[in-house]
């Protein structure tokens, strides 16, 4: 039963519907608004903001004189016109903001912003500098209040600025915006209490954009484009503040139908400052198979356009309830209990992996998660030596290796954590890898880690294995991850001269 609070709210808030009507037949919520610190506002979610120049837009109209003799503009995804002065003249730094906050296409008749004041040293400050909140109008808002934004500004190269060496074409900066408000809600579903905020993550003024991808085919390998959302806050440990942690963490994307004690809602805002939820109809299962506890699933949807959006699905029990549909696995967070310790990890999909379909009243398999296990590829490639055979102008034949940990569902896994209260980092010892051939025997080494989580190396062969069948073999410990067998995977390649 969906317990309804339906009061409005003294001030009527900003927010853009989701879809075209704002009928709600199940329950109304009552929104506030929270407001944030910079600070704050910076460790949200979230991205948008603008690059910097140091020459005016073409299409700028109007605006006040400048101090500085050498003013920076840009534009913000929404397109409004932003201007930074020096207050104290050139050379002193960027501490005056101008911005179109009508959407108008001038700044004569918008007010400046004084940076906020800084800890920082004087060096670093000339650098980034922090504004706001800005707050903004213009014919995308709705409601009473405006939203607001704090922005701020990091310079790539103050010193050559300040020598006045920038081409006017070249880019001297960027200035990120974060939303400076969020609206928050209390909400009770079978008598089960969560609060939870929406945050304007994407900087268009508006709540209720659910984050979209689509298939990247112009690139090789293919992998996802993402397009910038909204994001939840959602106050899972009932510590009465939303937290940001390595496993725990109480901010997920955007998506429409939203979650409350397992159940799938559609959710809908109103210009007077209410949240809309009504239940979602033909509910079908997915069982996650794994040999561990799925603590946290992120799924693709399958949209009219064809196009695939965010559903973030509650899980219980290793099993989610969701609408009919087409879906693809996104991300997983998975838990295991040792002797001693619980290990988490988190992997994630970063090209489009195979897609289940679910019916109304039906339930299917999904697999992620554990067991893991290594995927290994071999690249032959040519290697320069400083032989005499390369100084010849034969270079030696060699190979790339590669290794990545991957689950059940194909999501490769490049984060794995300790610990509940205070998580540790952990990661599994470096692989070792051995190649054998029939003609040159078999030598060995180890891979290193690189930064998406994967192991590599670059290995020059004998010149002698041109043409000549191999095999490589790679090992990984997982007993360092809470897991008391290892990872081992091997693959046949063979070295063709160019």
């Known amino acids: 039963m969906l317990y309804s609070r339906s009061v409005l709210v003294a001030n009527s808030l900003l927010v853009g519907a989701i879809g075209s009507s704002l009928f709600c037949a ?3 919520f009552p929104l506030i608004i929270v407001h944030l610190t910079p600070s704050e506002a910076f460790s949200m979610p979230g991205v948008s903001g603008a690059l910097v120049y140091p020459s005016r837009p073409d299409r700028a109209e109007k605006e006040p004189s400048v101090v500085s003799s050498q003013p920076l503009y840009g534009k913000l ?11 104290q003249g050139t050379g002193h730094g960027y501490d005056r903001l101008l911005i179109d906050r009508n959407g108008n296409g001038s700044l004569a008749d918008d007010r400046p912003y004084n940076a906020l004041p800084t800890t920082l040293t004087p060096a670093a400050s000339t650098m980034n500098k922090t504004f706001g909140p800005v707050e903004m109008f213009g014919a995308t808002n709705r409601g009473g209040l405006c939203p607001t934004f704090y922005a701020q500004l990091s310079l790539f190269n103050p010193a050559q600025l300040r020598q006045g060496r920038t081409p006017s074409g070249s880019t001297v900066g960027y200035l990120a915006t974060k939303p400076a408000t969020y609206l928050k809600a209390v909400v009770e579903v079978d008598g089960v209490k969560e609060a939870v905020g929406f945050l304007d993550g994407n900087g268009n003024y508006r709540l209720g954009d ?6 990247g085919s112009w690139m090789r390998p293919c992998e996802w484009e993402f397009q910038r959302a909204d994001y939840v806050l959602r106050d899972k440990n009932g510590s009465g503040k939303f937290e940001r942690g390595r496993v725990q963490d ?10 409350f004690a397992g159940k799938p809602f559609r959710a809908s805002f109103t210009a007077d400052g209410l949240l809309c939820l009504a239940p979602s109809a033909k509910l079908a299962s997915i069982t996650l198979t794994s040999d561990s506890v799925i603590q946290a699933l992120v799924l693709l949807r399958k949209a009219a356009d064809a196009t695939w959006q965010t559903l973030v699905p509650q899980v219980t029990h290793n099993s989610v309830k969701v609408p009919a549909g087409i879906y693809r696995l ?21 090209s489009p992996g195979k897609q289940i379909t679910v019916q109304a009243d039906k339930t299917v398999s999904l697999p992620c998660g554990p067991p893991l296990h290594l995927l290994v590829s071999v690249v032959p490639t040519q290697l320069a030596s400083n032989s005499l055979l390369a100084f010849s102008g ?32 952990v990661g599994p010892r470096l692989p070792r890898y051995e190649i054998v051939g029939s003609w040159f025997g078999r030598f060995s080494g180890m891979l290193r880690r690189e930064n998406d989580g994967s192991f590599t190396a670059l290995r020059s062969l004998p010149s002698n294995m041109a043409n000549q069948p191999a095999r490589v073999t790679v090992s990984l410990d997982l007993q360092p991850l809470g897991f008391s067998a290892s990872a081992q995977a091997t693959e046949t390649f063979e070295v063709k001269p160019e």
């Open 77 to 87: 995804d929404t397109g409004r016109l932003f201007r930074l002065d020096e207050s």
């Open 250 to 259: 109480e901010a997920e994307l955007f998506s429409n139908p939203i979650y």
């Open 330 to 350: 996104l991300s997983c967070t998975y838990s295991i209990t040792g002797a001693k310790a619980r290990f988490f990890g988190l992997g994630s999909m970063n």
């Open 26 to 28: 199940a329950a109304e």
């Open 210 to 215: 659910v984050a979209t991808f689509t298939d």
């Open 394 to 425: 034969n270079d030696l034949p060699g190979v790339n290796l590669r290794a990545q940990l991957v689950g059940a569902g194909g999501e490769t896994y490049a984060a794995f954590y300790r610990g509940e209260r205070l998580p540790q980092p």
